[in-house]
């Protein structure tokens, strides 16, 4: 509130009060599509060097896998055996790569902790001020 003036009705008083509130919350509406889009240009940079990572390693993986049954089959274990155990441990590998990147990407990574933080703060502040 810019000025304490006593004189001045409370009408006046109460509809500057409600201007000041509205602008309070479009500038936290402004802050919060200002946040998600830090957050959501963040997260599609990050998909694109996580597929160009992925793209580039997958033949050093499969050479490696590879490598590994041939090790297997040199130490005595038939080949056939030797893809079943590397496929299933990968597969493994994989499900538990998938569910890590699920839960990373649920609950709370997209929220704008900040904007939440400021509106509660600005409404503690407009019910002092009402």
Avoid at 7 to 21: A, M, Q
Avoid at 43 to 64: D, H, K, R, T
Avoid at 80 to 100: E, N, P, S
């Amino acid at each position: 509130m810019a000025s304490h003036d006593s004189t001045r009705p409370l009408g006046s008083l109460f509809t500057d009060v409600v201007s000041e509130i509205t602008h309070l919350f479009q500038t936290e509406l402004r802050l919060v599509r200002a946040e998600m889009n830090e957050k959501v240009s963040r997260v599609a940079n990050s998909g694109a060097l996580i597929g160009a990572g992925a793209v580039i390693l997958l033949p050093a993986v499969f050479i490696l896998l590879l490598a590994i049954v041939r090790w297997l089959a040199v130490a005595g274990v038939p080949e056939q055996w030797g893809l079943v155990i590397v496929g299933g441990a990968v597969a493994l590998l994989g499900v538990a790569l998938l569910m890590k990147g699920i839960n990373n990407l649920k609950g709370s990574a997209l929220v704008p902790q900040r904007t939440i933080e400021q509106v509660r703060a600005d409404v503690s502040l407009a019910k002092e001020q009402v």
